[in-house]
């Protein structure tokens, strides 16, 4: 069964992805002098393609002033999505099974615009479709965000994609049979150093990367009969044609060239001032698989920090992990940074207090000897890096300790961890603090789920006695620890650590409260 050549008879997995919410897509335009949506008085958020809708439903369980819709063409997909919404209580969240070409008519206009997963994957005349949307759908100074694989960090996978879709065509069954077998002849081919492999030993060794995947995420990823990798210049032209200007990317380090690239690329960049060729510069100096572009309709410039002020000063700034120094190192692919000073060092000191807004970080007698313009530079240089977190309100910092009783505070997380726990993927929990999702291992989910229903006394037992029960194997340096003893050991450890450090991080955020 295919939509326009999208295959809909093996269903996709459940994923939460950052870089979809609205905090995200509003700091990413604010840091290109690009006026974001507001979002303090509602917001229409759209996403296209949400497949299992894990991004729409934690994005609407964590800004609960924002209304979310789901398009997705699979109704196998929708019905997940109906359910979750409704174990979730979410009364700001609604999915449609539609083609894109056959949105209603009523639907109306979005502030945010999102499809991950889907442009790269689904035929022209789908991805006109979606043009379409953009060109009709976003209000003015809106805000789209287009996930696509990229070239030219796919030019030498593009054959393993043509093996297994060639391959896959020409066996029996579902689409996660067929792809199974056509993995299979991909591993014989690798290993039997075929020509293309022993030409592209990087691609020989992605052949385990794949090996390590959800099936159902691979059937999803390469069986597509119009699968397709973009250059950024082709996909900026395209959105150029439906009226929607480049904006800058994500994740955030994307923005800065200078933290992509090697320094012997410097003067290419510095003698560039057009951003659309730099961004090209950049795929070809750091061999781009992937990209996450934002694009917005009619853009409204900030050029100064106090216009950026008047118009995201609702966003806080906090320390992305306690306890982070300076001199910081931190290698995001291709060069190494470090990040030290006087500067940083105070930046440092006043966020570890709790999360500040811009003006409070500008106003601030610690830093008072630096201009507002290069202050701002060095927090979006932080986030960059990773030393600071952008929320859509104030965190405080995590306290010493957690509560001896919590309660799980949203009906939607407490949903997440029921069906999530011990499920063998990381999950996300949402934080109306920070407008978003907070990734929690399925190990540590068990821990939360049993601490919140029934307390702490005896919850290693308990979790134990999940686990036995799950058939989701511990392990331990990649080895399975079957050893009785040893287990007990592992998972009392485990619920020690996660109450320590974990649990005190999750009430920070206010995803738990005390009992
Ligand atoms: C790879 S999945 C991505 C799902 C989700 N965005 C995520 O990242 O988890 C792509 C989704 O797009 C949907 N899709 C493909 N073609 C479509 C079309 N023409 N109209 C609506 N949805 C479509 C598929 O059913 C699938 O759920």
Redesign the pocket.
Known sequence: MT??G?I?DVA????F?PNMSPVAMRYVASLNRVAPPPMADGFRYL??????G??LTTLAAANPKGRFVG????PA?TKVVEEEIAAGDLSNASVIT????TLPDDIGEFDFIA????FS??SPE?RE?VLQIAKSRLKAGGLLLVSYNAMPGWAHLQPIRGILRQYAALRAGDSVQKVREALGYLVYMRDKHGKYFEDNPRAAAYVDGILKQDIRYVA??YLNEHWTAFYFAEVAGLFREAGLAFVGSLPVHTNFWDLCVRPEFQELFRTTNDRLVTESHKDFCANTAFRWDLYAKAPRLMPTVNDRLREIDDLHFRLARPGITVPYQVNLGVVTSTVQGPLYQSLLGMLAQGSMRLSEILASPQVSGTAPADLAKAVDAGVAMGLFDVTAGPVRPAAARAPEAVRVVLPFNAAILRTDSLGGRPLALASTSSGTGHALGDFDAAILDELATRGRHGVAERVETRLAGSGRSLQQNGQAVTDAAARRQLVSDACDAFIMTGLPQLEALGIVTKA
């Open positions: 939509a326009e999208y809909t996709y997995i459940p994923g992805y996403e296209l393609g949400c497949g299992l894990r991004s398009v997705d063409v699979n997909h539609a083609d894109f070409s499809l991950h997963g889907v994957w689904v789908v479709a999803h990823e």
